[in-house]
């Protein structure tokens, strides 16, 4: 119960923050909004280790990753720069202005993002995102499965 009504006022807060912006005249389609990561993959095998608190967001050329700490109830994000390639096959995440967050790994998905990581898209759409890449730590493919959050 404590969990859901933590998701709830998750939601309900980035869909009012979210509802005062706009796309700066620049439409990025389905990538815009808050996206629950679901479920990791390594090689193919689920990652028993990941908890569910993580969640993908972004605005125009701004891509943030949040974890948060239901029990404590705090959370942490690491904002970066994302561009998607002009086929929508591929879509690149630069951490290196990363001045006012968290370093990379430090709370994020430890060992499964660098610094400057490429995404293959395997799937997007108005409800879903499947997204893999490469763990610069140990070359196995990581595949990510997110829903979008209304």
């Given at each position: 119960?404590?969990?859901?009504?933590?998701?709830?006022?998750?939601?309900?807060?980035?869909?009012?923050?979210?509802?005062?912006?706009?796309?700066?005249?620049?439409?990025i389609?389905?990538?815009?909004?808050?996206?629950?990561?679901?479920?990791?993959?390594?090689?193919?095998?689920?990652?028993d280790?990941?908890?569910?608190?993580?969640?993908?967001m972004?605005?125009?050329?701004?891509?943030?990753?949040?974890?948060?700490?239901?029990?404590?109830?705090?959370?942490?994000?690491?904002?970066?720069?994302?561009?998607?390639?002009?086929?929508?096959?591929?879509?690149?995440?630069?951490?290196?202005?990363?001045?006012?967050?968290?370093?990379?790994?430090?709370?994020?998905?430890?060992?499964?993002?660098?610094?400057?990581?490429?995404?293959?898209?395997?799937?997007?759409?108005?409800?879903?995102?499947?997204?893999?890449?490469?763990?610069?730590?140990?070359?196995?493919?990581?595949?990510?499965?997110?829903?979008?959050?209304?």
């Open positions: 119960m404590k969990r859901s009504v933590t998701h709830i006022a998750l939601v309900l807060t980035t869909l009012l923050a979210l509802s005062s912006c706009s796309h700066n005249n620049g439409d389609g389905y990538w815009f909004g808050l996206w629950h990561l679901d479920a990791i993959e390594v090689d193919g095998v689920p990652d280790g990941y908890d569910g608190n993580y969640y993908f972004f605005q125009g050329k701004i891509f943030c990753i949040r974890w948060i700490n239901e029990q404590q109830h705090e959370y942490i994000e690491s904002f970066a720069k994302w561009q998607e390639s002009d086929d929508g096959k591929t879509m690149t995440v630069n951490f290196i202005d990363n001045r006012f967050t968290p370093q990379v790994g430090e709370y994020l998905p430890a060992n499964y993002l660098s610094t400057v990581t490429h995404f293959n898209v395997v799937t997007l759409n108005a409800d879903d995102m499947v997204l893999t890449t490469t763990a610069p730590s140990s070359g196995a493919t990581v595949t990510y499965h997110l829903t979008r959050l209304r």
